[in-house]
């Protein structure tokens, strides 16, 4: 019964210290001013509420079918909140930083990641995202262009989870505790998740995952530990980054992850109560949807 409880406390003290940071830094950035640049949509209670319940449904989505918290909340605060394309990367960028460090020591802990992977991705991950960063800036006065691009990115995951949705989620089963150590191909794959993630800030679970799977054999358990590990160093560095250069709206940000955090666990605790082909399906009809309200936007097409 002890150690049980010992159990719980150590996978939960993350989350608990991790709000504990939001929550104060929150508080800071209201009171002093600093939420987020003139221009930006104004956070009022109702639209606090509604950023942490998009965090909150990207964070349980993320728990339960291992994809990245960016992809529900990039399109819903640009579309539906008003935010520009560029400050929508930046904040969502920001807020899973958060996300991937509770995410990735609960995986730890639960020895459910492959370490030496994690710094071989992460590793070239962080170069690529540094140069995609560098070609976010040039592309922000292009907003059109950059709207394009998020478009043609969430292709896949809409692509990749319809398909596993009507295919009742038949990935490869993969058995075993670690990932075939290919050294310059996961450099590779790493540095090409970190380019995405450094100018489109979709954090890079979307693709990571099936990645793993599909072109390194990984097991499908230490498969998902292992991405949220990688995104930690691409988030830091990535969301790091834009909000050095004030792309991130750090109240919307902060709310954002809030939700996120509790929904990761949400979901890793509820995951056996849903069947994932059928949210896979969903998710994935919903993100062809974003991809093509994208798409459509950047030929002057607009669609509801």
Known sequence: MGEAKSAIWRNYIP??????????????????????KEGLPTVSPTAAVCLVLIGLIAGTLGGIIGTGGCSVMLPAIHFWMGY??????????????????????????????????????GGSGILGVLIGSWMFTLLTTHASLMGLILGLAFLWPAVRMIWEGLLKGSAPRQEGTSIPLHKLGLAVFGFIIGLLTGIVGLGGGYALVPGLIYL????????????????????????????????????????LAAGTV???QLGAAIIKKFKPATLKLIFGIYFLYVSIKFITGYFGIMIW
């Open 15 to 36: 989350t608990i210290f991790l709000l504990g940071v939001i929550g104060i830094t929150a508080v800071w950035a209201f009171s002093s001013g600093n939420s987020g």
């Open 84 to 121: 520009p394309v560029p400050t929508a990367i930046g904040t969502t960028l920001f807020a899973v930083i958060f996300t991937a460090i509770s995410g990735g020591y609960g995986h730890l802990v639960r020895k459910n990641l492959d370490v030496k992977a994690t710094l071989w991705l």
């Open 216 to 255: 390194f054999g990984a097991p499908v358990y230490i498969t998902m530990g292992t991405s949220l590990a990688t995104m930690i160093p691409l988030a830091l560095v990535g969301g790091g980054i834009k909000l050095a250069q004030g792309y991130v709206a750090l109240g919307a940000g902060l709310l």
């Open 262 to 264: 509790v929904g990761a």
